[in-house]
């Protein structure tokens, strides 16, 4: 059974004084209201960490019972930063399955109230337990990428900066026309290099803030003018040491494939998208991931105002997660939200694209672990359908989008210590609740081929240290601890013997 | 699309030094082998609170990855205590929708590793914010709907005690005959009377214990010999004070009806039932909200034997909760696993049902406020299915059945301080984190109409409180307090003036 959207609601994405129910239930009621029903069948609710954040279980049953609704039936969904993508999915399936007509999917956090360093440590709980114990961070684990993908693609730090201020350029100027979002200011190239340095090279403007927000959507079977045409989820190793890549996400590709293959589409069809954007390299890598630009060269897209409001394929008209904020259980609905503006014509005539009648959004749980791509179209839209082509996602090649294509790793064992390269590393500075703040943090691969987290207690200047180096690296209190491999600490290692 | 079951898996339920995705692998891999299945569209996750009992978030990433299963879809669903109940409603919508052919669920919980008070505060969460001010716990709700039952149905309190012995007997000596319970002993009703307060009237014997434990079972499109029927999902509201009832679950008579409905079937067609037994007394209550006996007279078919292992309608065969254990994720799953093994013969010589083509389950979320209801049977089961009946769960009249009509009330507005009537009181021994031990609580209904919690620091004997008895109400320190209205309380008051 197709599914369409009938409703939509947000509220102001920022610091809130209200409770996170409330924040829900504003938005549900716009959303309700839009498409004129008092009742639904079922309550789709996507919270990443109601318990943590603000001390409640239960929330589903909760929530039913401030919109007024109790009796229906209320079920919580989460997938990490995505859960907003992955409660829209449930509700989908729901509808989709004939049992339900009218489903409402209503997605929120609250996250300001708390000190940043528990936000962090909340957040940090849904990374891989072996590399959290290091005191990684989300932040921190960005980075490194942001390092390795330079490396990768021959890209200088000054060069990697440039870029990296594009995106958050680019998306506070689409956010100053979205009344939703939490930052509406333009920023310049100056305000980004003064903003403070989170985790070396990434900067405060490269990482989306803290934020208080709820999104809400209601899905039906009776047709609308907007359709859901693809959804796409897939997940990857919980520990981006396993990865078989640190410059792309394994579960973007394989989650894009899927919706690319239910709606029939592929990606030169996409007229604008909302992609995650929690740092700012994940946009361009997101880009590339999604099969719009080629591996490396998805910044040379942002460059050439492609990805621009005005360009051929704008990404975050809304202003991403970056601008519009990132209250990390609402964000993959509100991204949805964005889509359905735009598809509807009603993001307002500054922030309104001209082309505007099939949209895409992208959505990452954890560190790119649990992603989400889902496809939004305008029923008007006019397209030739593949007959009888099948629902089981079978038949769509990837093979025509390189940049697509997903490598398998197999699970490693415990490496050895001894002498290994520095693959990427990070200086971290806005540590989590319990560590002490500068934490410099690398990848190392050993003689053997496996990749292990490591931490370094003595440099702590990113000068100091270069990918691509042998390094040494030794086991202490439990944690792997790299070094460089200079004339002097091979003195002092000769010294202690 | 219909739904049929493929494969089931179960570890033993109890304290287990297995880590959590370790236990749910192990369930997940037996039910992967019966289903003769390698890997599967999509994973449904239950687990109710894994952020607090283990510290992790991104469970269901996490979990993909422990099975070696790295890629596929992966969703976390939560309903409280029925989170298995919901996971699987939430994978049986993906494959009825016909987008999914194959879907793994599952549940889990890992709880023993806590010390009780912090388990019984987490547990505590899912209950209404301002009733969790008092340091009221889920026991000590019960407690408070069990001698609220035996007034109402004219009880006396040996009557009462005697009653829920028999559940704990029955249960117990069910679980005797499952391998996967945590408890394999006969309890008599000398031990019954021998276990502890926990929370007047209710024993350590009427309270389900705390359990690790997994749950999983695959779902398909592909016919196999055991269907779902009908799926109900309700909710109530959050606070138990703004009940219409303290007797008996709306949510559970809400969502029995939709799983009638969409079963086509009757209570009287159900042949055995696995009822939410975390307390005793819900069993009974349980066992009314589903239509099979009348309000008031489940306690009837428990001493006459009906719902015993060898009587008519055959309840909690496994042991319930009670014996098997209650991973608080897994449980509402676990029921729909013992419903397998039964309809397919699969329960053991001693613990197989005569009568076993079609069976129920029955999960409580919360206290009552987020229920679910399924409804399996075996395919060769013999029926005349109405031709073109809805799907829309239309057209089913809960007339027939008068102890499953639900009534409704208003939500309230803050009540006075002054005199009124003591509905129901329990006095609990086993508190929460950060309160002391014993704690007097009730609920009192105001001369308006209104019913608060309300606690009493005096009081500490179940013999100085009648039901029905006038008290007086106050507040303090932001909390209701009530107070037996003796000549002596008048002059205490009377001086204070």
Not at 78 to 83: I, L, N
Not at 113 to 140: C, F, N, Q, W
Not at 153 to 181: M, R, T, W
Not at 235 to 248: C, I, K, L, V
Request: charge should be positive.
């Amino acid at each position: 059974m197709d599914v369409y959207i009938s409703g939509v609601g947000m509220t102001k994405f920022g610091r809130s004084k209200d409770s996170l129910e409330k924040m829900m239930a504003e938005a549900a009621s716009s959303g309700l209201e839009e498409a004129q029903l008092k009742r639904v069948d079922a309550i789709y609710t996507g919270v990443m960490n109601v318990e943590e954040f603000v001390g409640d279980s239960n929330f589903a049953a909760l929530l039913v019972d401030t919109l007024g609704l109790t009796g229906i039936a209320s079920t919580r969904v989460e997938t990490a930063s995505s859960t907003g993508a992955g409660a829209f999915e449930a509700g989908f399936y729901a509808v989709a399955s004939g049992h339900m007509k009218h489903v409402l999917v209503l997605a929120g956090e609250k996250m300001t109230h708390l000190p940043t360093a528990k936000t962090t440590r909340i957040l940090s709980e849904a990374i891989d337990r072996s590399e959290r114990r290091y005191g990684v961070t989300m932040p921190a684990l960005a980075a490194m990428i942001a390092q390795k993908y330079a490396r990768e693609f021959n890209l200088s730090p000054l060069k990697l900066e440039d870029i990296l201020a594009q995106v958050a350029i680019k998306n506070h100027s689409n956010g100053c026309l979205n009344p939703y979002a939490q930052f509406r200011k333009m920023i310049t190239k100056e305000d980004y290099l003064k903003s403070q340095m989170v985790s070396y090279p990434l900067r405060l403007y490269d990482c989306a803030p803290i934020t208080d927000g709820a999104s809400a959507m209601i899905l039906t079977s009776e047709p609308t003018p907007i359709k859901v045409s693809g959804i796409g989820h897939a997940t990857d190793t919980a520990a981006a040491r396993h990865r078989t890549s640190f410059t792309s996400f394994n579960s973007t590709k394989e989650a894009a494939q899927k919706a690319y293959t239910m709606a029939q589409l592929k990606p030169s069809d996409i007229q604008f998208a909302e992609v995650h954007d929690a740092f700012t390299l994940f946009e361009i890598i997101g880009t590339e991931d999604l099969g719009f630009f080629s591996a490396g060269e998805g910044w040379k897209a942002l460059e050439e105002g492609i990805t621009h409001l005005r360009g051929r394929l704008p990404i975050n008209p809304s202003g991403g997660s970056k601008a519009r904020g990132h209250p990390v259980g609402a964000s993959g609905l509100a991204q949805l939200v964005e889509i359905v503006y735009q598809l509807r014509g009603e993001a307002g005539t500054e922030r309104q694209l001209e082309r505007a009648e099939i949209g895409l959004a992208q959505s990452i749980g954890g560190l790119g672990n649990n992603n989400l791509v889902t496809i939004l179209e305008r029923t008007d839209r006019k397209r030739i359908l593949k007959v009888g082509a099948t629902r089981f996602q079978e038949g769509w090649s990837p093979e025509d989008h390189p940049a697509m294509s997903v490598s398998k790793k197999s699970s490693p064992s415990p490496p050895p210590t001894g002498v290994g390269i520095l693959e990427t590393f990070t200086i971290l500075y806005a540590v989590p609740e319990g560590f002490r703040s500068p934490l410099t943090l690398g990848f190392v691969k050993t003689k053997e081929g496996e990749v292990v987290m490591a931490c370094n207690p003595d440099d702590r200047s990113p000068k100091e240290l270069k990918m691509g180096k042998k390094v040494s690296l030794k086991m202490r209190e439990g944690l792997y601890v790299f070094e460089k491999l200079t004339l002097w600490s091979r003195l002092k290692h000769w010294i202690k013997k």
